[in-house]
């Protein structure tokens, strides 16, 4: 251990003290209970900091900072040396501050409604009752104050049931969820019915996983949870606050209690799963598919209707029946082999991620696929991977999605394997438009095809004629929906030059594939 002698102060004989110092500090390193303060104070290990073979500044900061906790006379660190250890110092104090304040107000049983009752109350009683011996209002004032500690009373004997009920219920370890629909979690917590003027709730707190509406439905006796989240995440824990407060919200007492369980929330695929396959396929002959469009041999059938050639009418058929039957081509696919997805993310993409997540369980990209996302570095070749990569794809940051560029990267990356052909699914957002024009530069000649995702197309709304039809929308104020209508979508696709030719829209509560959308030449 290498240590500069001018690191610590000098007795008044002029030997440095350094060497003492060093030798206690090694002994008291091996020692549990050295270590543990260590720990605390420094968040790591001191025998991490203070090593026989560790490097000269990481020893001239261990000596450091255990000279401080011994009181010794030491030579004060610059400040740039000296915040680290500050911060080390107080990030656990304002987190363990922050862990009981909240404790102490979750378990305080008033609310300010309450309080301010009560506070109304005790003036009411103290003031106007007793001292102006106004006995109406010391009536009401001692009625109310004993209706708030009978609600009180009330609260508390809740909050024990629920406390110890919350304690015995238990989540399954693996929980898959869809976004915006009910879904029961397998937790049930039971809960007296006879307990008057309370409610017992409770409700998700997972910062940075999204959020989720529970609603408790009772069933046999029991509280039976029922999420809805609102947003794809992946999470390895479930924290929930538990409260119980009576019917005015005069009081409530709360608790949060997290268990471990593998949360998982995909998109909802809605009517989405029956739609026509358009991700990676094209016109051709080498499968048939009912949803697809005319395009392979003639070797299907149908009345002869006016206007059709007479060279593919069958005559042996009109010979045998008397009726006149035509030739026309079969509905099939042909498959690219070879083909890659990428899901741009966004905060209303909660469509167009379902899209992506038939194509890629439906195995519509191909045989040969990859498979990637915003806010995920890795790329998918398996169905799994690629499925966990759409839960994932929900947590990114889309405000500082232009600082780190996955979409060039990946397009990049699938472009030196050999794929040559890529499949986009975009939100409805011109901001995710523009960063996906700005990162098709490592594109080159791959053949993109732009499937956007929506939840319903919104029709196109007339203008109001008349008075009257203008009175009736300034009384009634109709929303106009968040959904975009096919027009602006249209508008939005040739605004942005360069990105592709062909464009196609899903909606999700219909399950409708709108496949010509038209795009100006001059934007491409």
């Not at 203008?463 to 009736?472: N, P, S």
């Not at 300034?474 to 939005?492: A, H, Q």
Request: proline share 6%; hydrophobic share 45%.
């Amino acid at each position: 251990m290498n240590i500069k002698p001018a690191f610590f102060k000098e007795q008044r004989g002029g030997c440095p003290r350094s060497t003492k110092v060093l030798q206690l500090l090694c002994r008291l390193n091996d020692m549990k209970h050295f270590r543990k303060i260590g720990r605390f104070f420094l968040q790591w290990p001191l025998s991490a900091r203070i090593s026989r073979g560790g490097s000269t500044a990481g020893a001239q900061e261990g000596m450091s900072a255990a000279l401080r906790l011994f009181g010794l006379s030491f030579i004060p660190l610059s400040p740039s040396r000296r915040a680290p250890y500050i911060h080390a110092l107080l990030r656990p104090l304002a987190t363990k501050l922050h862990e009981i304040f909240r404790l102490v107000i979750g378990i305080f049983p008033l609310t300010k409604t309450g309080i301010a009752f009560l506070v109304l109350f005790g003036i009411a009683v103290g003031v106007y009752g007793i001292r102006r011996m106004d006995f109406v209002v010391l009536a009401a004032g001692a009625a109310g104050a004993l209706t708030i500690f009978v609600l009180l009373l009330f609260t508390i004997i809740g909050a024990s049931f629920l406390f110890f009920a919350s304690r015995r219920a238990v989540t399954p370890g693996v929980l898959d969820l869809v976004t915006n629909r009910p879904q029961s979690t397998g937790c049930r917590v039971r809960y007296p019915g006879w307990i008057p003027c309370t409610i017992a709730r409770w409700s998700w707190e997972n910062p940075g996983h999204g959020d989720a509406t529970v609603s408790v439905k009772r069933e046999n006796g029991r509280h039976v949870e029922m999420v809805t989240p609102a947003r794809r995440c992946v999470a390895d824990r479930v924290t929930r606050r538990f409260f119980v407060r009576d019917i005015f919200g005069l009081t409530e007492i709360s608790w949060r209690r997290t268990e471990v369980v593998k949360l998982r929330v995909l998109p909802d695929v809605g009517l989405l799963a029956r739609m026509p396959p358009p991700f990676g396929m094209s016109d051709g002959d080498d499968m048939p598919e009912p949803l697809a469009a005319p395009g392979g041999d003639r070797v299907d059938m149908r009345p002869y209707v006016p206007g059709d050639s007479l060279r593919m009418v069958l005559w042996k058929v009109y010979a045998r029946s008397g009726r006149m039957m035509v030739r026309v081509a079969e509905r099939s696919v042909a498959e690219h082999r070879r083909g890659c997805g990428y899901l741009v993310t966004d905060v209303g993409d909660d469509a167009v991620s379902a899209a992506a997540r038939i194509a890629v369980e439906r195995g519509l990209l191909g045989d040969d696929w990859r498979f990637g996302a915003d806010g995920v570095r890795n790329y998918a070749a398996e169905t799994d991977e690629a499925v966990e990569i759409i839960a994932l794809s929900g947590e990114a940051d889309c405000d500082n999605r232009a600082k780190e560029p996955f979409l060039g990267d990946f397009l990049a990356k699938m472009r030196s394997d050999g794929y040559q052909s890529c499949v986009l699914f975009m939100p409805p957002d011109p901001a995710a438009w523009d960063y996906a024009a700005g990162q098709m530069a490592g594109c080159g000649s791959m053949r993109i095809q732009v499937v956007i995702g929506v939840e319903v197309l919104r029709p196109e709304r007339k203008d109001a004629r008349g008075f009257v039809r203008r009175a009736v929308d300034w009384f009634l104020r109709p929303e106009i929906g968040t959904d975009p209508t096919l027009e602006e979508i249209t508008r939005m696709v040739s605004s942005v030059p360069g990105l592709c030719r062909n464009v196609l829209v899903a909606e999700r509560r219909t399950g409708r594939l709108h496949r010509n959308i038209r795009v100006s030449p001059n934007t491409v």
